[in-house]
Antibody
Framework: QVQLQESGPGLVNPSETLSLTCTVSGDSISDSYWSWIRQPPGKGLEWVGYIYYSGSANYNPSLKSRVTISLDTSKNQFSLKLSSVTAADTAVYHC?????????????????WGTGTTVTVSS | DIQMTQSPSSLSASVGDRVTIACRASQSISTYLNWYQQKPGKAPKVLIYAASSSQSGVPSRFSGSGSGTDFTLTISSLQPEDFATYYCQQSYSTLWTFGQGTKVEIK
């Protein structure tokens, strides 16, 4: 079955760049869309962005100037980089696969999620 | 941005109760609405996509309805394993947004 696993540093210094990787097994990264979602402690889900298999991406406007999502097809991975982090970026970060449903139009939903990785921004 | 507002933010219910959670979009999103369930310390799980289509393996007591700006997630008979937080999410826009969540607690 399809599995996603996040990896990366659990602690990042303020003003530095947060870098996370999602390793995909059981599916080809070239066949779907892929997304990052985060959840600050005790709060709700926040969509960070998603990337198409073509390599183009859409980002949350509140993060757009600081975020980059990219694909590595050779490793079947996709990555998140968030620059100039502050304590407000402390969260559990999840990666997810985006599936499509062809109804009246194309509906996108996140059907397979990684377990999440906790990132704390602190010196 | 399209804002998603859920109500209530939390509710208390008993096993066997019928539970309804509402989600309202700030503009019409047709049926581009998904519902997720999240248990503490776990990743979210999709229950409903395209407003009313059930994800494979999801119990039939979960159902979704609505279109335009108003949507509903219904649990027909609440089970012990259903105590969790539920989120709606729109995919009408290329910029996705979640509702703030509804926590379902044991009465």
């Amino acid at each position: 079955q399809v599995q996603l696993q996040e990896s990366g540093p659990g602690l990042v210094n303020p003003s530095e760049t947060l870098s996370l990787t999602c390793t995909v097994s059981g599916d080809s990264i070239s066949d779907s869309y892929w997304s990052w979602i985060r959840q600050p402690p005790g709060k709700g889900l926040e969509w960070v962005g998603y990337i198409y298999y073509s390599g183009s991406a859409n980002y949350n406007p509140s993060l757009k100037s600081r975020v980059t999502i990219s694909l590595d097809t050779s490793k079947n991975q996709f990555s998140l980089k968030l620059s100039s982090v502050t304590a407000a970026d402390t969260a559990v970060y999840h990666c997810a696969r985006v599936s499509k449903y062809h109804g009246w139009g194309i509906h996108y939903y996140m059907d397979v999620w990684g377990t999440g990785t906790t990132v704390t921004v602190s010196s | 941005d399209i804002q998603m507002t859920q109500s209530p933010s939390s509710l208390s219910a008993s096993v066997g109760d019928r539970v309804t959670i509402a989600c309202r979009a700030s503009q019409s999103i047709s049926t581009y609405l998904n519902w997720y369930q999240q248990k503490p310390g776990k990743a979210p799980k999709v229950l409903i996509y395209a407003a009313s289509s059930s994800q494979s393996g999801v119990p039939s007591r979960f159902s979704g309805s609505g279109s335009g700006t108003d949507f509903t997630l219904t649990i027909s008979s609440l089970q012990p394993e259903d105590f969790a937080t539920y989120y709606c999410q729109q995919s009408y826009s290329t910029l996705w947004t979640f509702g703030q969540g509804t926590k379902v607690e044991i009465k």
